[in-house]
């Protein structure tokens, strides 16, 4: 069974950056599309971000142009690295494969972006 570990959220100012990780357990990795999702309170979660096995990348329209995915096969592990950050990215952020995802999702990392 795939294993997925996000780390790298926590508290930022507006405008501010981060940079998230996930590690992915299993072979598979090298082979799909993964994406990074989020979920905030009291909504559905949401793919924001995807990337194809050969770096391919698309985007969510609120996310274009401050977010940028990359993914390093050796590692098994999908980043996201979020600039100018706004409030309304608040939300506990998750990898994943896509379209179809895996068999379980992992913790997640929170993002919370508050002055």
């Known amino acids: 069974q795939v294993q997925l570990v996000e780390s790298g959220g926590g508290l930022v100012q507006p405008g501010g950056s981060l940079r998230l990780s996930c590690a992915v357990s299993?072979?598979?990795?090298?082979?799909?599309?993964m994406g990074w999702y989020r979920q905030a309170p009291g909504k559905q979660r949401q793919l924001v971000a995807g990337?194809?096995?050969?770096?391919?990348?698309n985007y969510a329209d609120s996310v274009k142009g401050r977010f940028t995915i990359s993914r390093d096969n050796a590692k098994a592990t999908v980043y996201l690295q979020m600039n100018s950050l706004k409030p309304e990215d608040t939300a506990v952020y998750y990898c994943?494969?896509?379209?179809?995802?895996?068999?379980?999702w992992g913790q997640g990392t929170q993002v919370t972006v508050s002055s």
């Open positions: 994943n494969a896509h379209p179809k995802t895996f068999g379980s």
């Open positions: 299993g072979s598979i990795f090298s082979f799909v599309i």
């Open positions: 990337i194809t096995a050969g770096g391919s990348t």
